[in-house]
């Protein structure tokens, strides 16, 4: 299983960034910027070939791929600078097209993952996939319901007793739990002295059987554990109704992680730290193993998810990434003159090598979180 596990790994990741390169290619040969290379994977290369001016290359490393656009300036696998300083750049470089023309080809990249989510999204839910029931249509098929514990807040029954966010929740004092009414009819048949057997499904592997006193909860005045949970089940859709609810969905993620994002980065310049929820590539496979547990529909739904994260992390405006390049391209517009490349070419490779250590520091948190 972990052998799958890895294979699906790949497979991922190379799709998410072969989808991305290829949306910087689609725009550049859009408005005839000049590329020298597209590969899928990484070098050292197996074969390639050449079309006009572009080598179509396969390669050795089987993890992504990279698109090399002539004249983008930088420290990643897009660069290739034909000029430096304020020299005039050629009829095709990257440099001489105008600034919305280099925008549109910076962000393309940015906006394919987010295409390549919203078609996951749409095709998984023309198989089923797993959505909270009250957020489903009403010409939806549902099946295999459960309950889902969504937070436990602490000192709760709950809590004390182990039970996570994550956990499924199979079966209360012997009866089978798979909606909210049924954990709602076995606690009514409860009382403040007994004591509960709870099993739970955790990361689709073991049952753990928990033993809870219930109380009263203040906020309902009724007698329970003090979790919250959510009803989900594998949603199938008709063609055109997952095609609007996968696209939608997708745009509703996308902003929610945007928020996220600007959130935890207030958080760091109010000295509050960087979120733990940050995962690096091992803390990605992992999640990827996981989701390869449960079945096709959660590594489709994992992998839309996926997307967009890679899509929101690099509209971040930092060097080497296209967030940082989008900012150079701002700064020209307000400075209304081209900028020194020598010297952004400088900043982005420095930008490349900060990025490099920081994934270096979240998989290095990953392994002790793991292990």
Avoid at 28 to 35: E, I, M, Q, T, Y
Avoid at 77 to 83: F, Y
Wanted: glycine share 10%; charged share 10%; hydrophobic share 50%.
């Amino acid at each position: 299983m972990i052998g799958w596990s890895i294979i699906v790994f790949i497979i991922i990741l190379g799709l998410l960034v072969i989808v991305h390169e290829l949306g910087h290619f689609l725009l550049a040969k859009l408005f005839r910027v000049g590329v020298d290379e597209f590969g899928i994977g990484f070098p050292p290369r197996l074969t390639g070939w050449k079309l006009g001016q572009t080598l179509y290359s396969i390669n050795w490393i089987p993890i992504g791929g990279f698109v090399k656009i002539k004249g983008v300036v930088g420290g990643d696998q897009m660069d290739s600078p034909t000029h430096t300083g304020h020299t005039q750049p050629s009829s095709d470089d990257f440099a001489s097209r105008p600034l919305w023309q280099r925008f549109c080809i910076l962000v393309g990249g940015i906006v394919m993952n987010i295409v390549l989510a919203a078609v996951l999204f749409s095709s998984g839910y023309m198989i089923g996939l797993p959505t909270s029931v009250t957020a489903a249509p009403s010409n939806a098929v549902i099946t295999e319901r459960s309950l889902v514990v969504v937070d436990v807040p602490v000192n709760v029954p709950a809590a004390n007793e182990g039970l996570q966010p994550g956990d499924i929740i199979r079966s209360l004092n012997g009866q089978t739990i798979s909606t909210l009414a049924d954990l709602q009819a076995a606690l009514a048949k409860s009382t403040l002295q007994s004591q509960l057997t709870l099993a739970v499904e955790r990361q689709a592997e073991t049952i753990t059987e928990l033993t809870i006193t219930p109380t009263t909860l203040t906020e309902s005045d009724t007698i329970g554990i003090g979790a919250y949970f959510v009803e989900t089940g594998l949603v199938r859709l008709p063609f055109f109704t997952a095609i609007w609810f996968g696209t939608t969905q997708a745009v509703h993620l996308t902003w929610q992680i945007l928020l996220a994002l600007i959130q935890m980065i207030a958080q760091l310049f109010t000295g509050q730290g960087v979120s733990g929820q940050l995962a690096g590539p091992l803390g990605i496979a992992s999640l990827t193993h996981q989701a390869t547990l449960l079945g096709v529909a959660y590594i489709i739904q994992f992998a839309a998810v996926l997307s967009i994260n890679l899509a929101i992390f690099n509209l971040l405006p930092f060097p080497a990434l296209d967030g940082g390049r989008i900012l150079f391209l701002g700064i020209e517009l307000v400075l209304r003159r081209p900028l020194n490349q020598r010297a952004e070419a400088i900043i982005h490779n420095i930008g490349f090598i900060v990025l490099l250590l920081l994934i270096l520091g979240v998989t290095v948190k990953d392994v002790f979180n793991l292990f």
